[in-house]
């Protein structure tokens, strides 16, 4: 049973930095993709950013890009996002999922693409 566990999440004032973690267990993650969404209140869950597990290849929405960065740490079966530059609108509860490569070598950008998800973690930019 796949198992993720998110950290790091919290206050900050518009313009700082924060490092969310998402710790994986329960399976090796070859041929997957680790993914971060958000949602914030009265909004769909939107994708942020995604890592092909092998390669290390990543992908980002254009809201975050220049601004985010996702990484990974295999001996860990960690992956991490770095926020920077943070605004209000990044207001969210941010989570990590797990899913399958498409087709075994695209990453996807939709929620419905992802089987494992994590609890979730408050992210709070005060303006």
């Known amino acids: 049973q796949v198992q993720l566990v998110e950290s790091g999440g919290g206050l900050v004032q518009a313009g700082g930095s924060l490092r969310l973690s998402c710790a994986a267990s329960?399976?090796?993650?070859?041929?997957?993709?680790m993914a971060w969404f958000r949602q914030a209140p009265g909004k769909d869950r939107e994708f942020v950013a995604a890592?092909?597990?092998?390669?290390?290849?990543?992908y980002y929405a254009d809201s975050v890009k220049g601004r985010f960065a996702i990484s990974r740490d295999n001996a860990k079966n960690t992956v991490y996002l770095q926020m920077n530059s943070l605004k209000p609108e990044d207001t969210a509860v941010y989570y990590c999922a797990v899913g399958p490569l498409i087709s075994g070598v695209a990453v996807g950008r939709e929620a419905r693409q992802y089987n494992y998800w994590g609890q979730g973690t408050q992210v709070t930019v005060s303006s």
């Open positions: 329960g399976r090796t993650f070859s041929r997957h993709a």
């Open positions: 890592i092909n597990w092998s390669t290390g290849t990543t």
